[in-house]
């Protein structure tokens, strides 16, 4: 089966999930692809492997050359959910100390979420703000302007992860998009307001990915009052 990647981000952490076969050809330059443009922003990624049905020499090289340069950088790459012969092969090949098995992809997921660096965990941070959006670009625009304005900002494009965020870390403000016909903006911030009751909830006008980036950094700031 040829390999397809779907690629999230939660946080700080940088998610993808495979299906298929990661081996040499078109399957490892799109693993190489996805892989290379989750480290450019993310230094904590999850790979979700359950179906993965085949893994060749130079599929588990390539994930053990990206493990070995975000180690240098102070993250990792952790392997979720992988099926018996992947745990096998870590085994055999002494590489499980490289790449870290979780159970689950919630699992994974928490193990970097929970641990925070004892300096950070000391520094005083300015507002905390989670952003909910299913485009991964908007995401970023708001993550960027945001920080810049001094808020401790997470966001994901994933309305589950969002859930999980809120359960690790507390927030002073839920922000959410302009939302789906599956899910309005309204209906997104009543089902996380009860994980963080005392956030103030907040959601972008309807038109806000459309308006021009100079419009659009005024209106995001004018809702924290800024």
Known sequence: MPLTVIPRHIGNVYIVQCKGRIVMGDEFKTMEAALNLGTREFTKLVLNVSEIDRLDSTGIGLLVRVATNLHKRGGDIRLAAPPPFVVNL???????????????????????????????????PGSRVLFFDQS?????????????????????????????????????????GSGTPQLSSEAALSSLKPFMPKAAALHLDPDFNSRDAHEATLALLQL???
């Open 90 to 124: 870590l085994k055999v090949a002494n590489l499980s100390n490289i790449l870290q098995v979780h159970a689950t992809e919630e699992d994974a997921i928490l193990s970097f979420l929970k641990h925070r660096p004892a300096h950070k965990a000391a520094a005083r």
């Open 224 to 226: 924290f009052a800024l």
């Open 136 to 176: 991964p670009d908007l995401c970023a625009f708001v993550r960027a302007v945001l920080t810049q304005h001094g808020f401790e900002e997470k966001s994901t494009n994933h309305f589950g992860d969002a859930k999980i965020l809120l359960r690790v870390d507390e927030v002073d403000y839920i922000l959410v």
